[in-house]
């Protein structure tokens, strides 16, 4: 019994982390709109190369800290950042039909 109540309260943890995921998540969009609307002010491009392969860079060095397989982070942020461009598509969309 002891140790189903040590999963219960480990699964607990998970789950509060979960929830801090998806508001950093929803964070991070926010300001993906806010980034669309500076780059449509300054006629920046969407899509930074660049810009990508620093974030990869980054997140690869950051995740060697915490033994986090580089395949890993890397499939989940390509997910992260296509959802930003697709939001800022989607600003751009809306400043097109103005």
């Known amino acids: 019994m002891i140790n189903k109540n040590k999963i219960l309260i480990l699964r607990k943890k998970i789950n509060n982390i979960n929830k801090d995921i998806i508001t950093l998540l929803y964070e991070r969009n926010l300001i993906c709109k806010k980034i669309a609307k500076e780059k449509i002010k300054i006629k920046y491009p ?9 974030i990869f860079k980054k997140i ?12 890993y982070l890397k499939k989940i942020f390509k997910i992260i950042i296509h959802n930003s461009i697709k939001i800022q598509k989607k600003e751009f969309k809306k400043k097109k039909l103005k």
């Open 60 to 71: 690869i060095s950051q995740g060697k800290k915490y033994k986090l397989k580089k395949k």
């Open 46 to 54: 969407i899509k930074d190369k660049k810009r990508e392969k620093n």
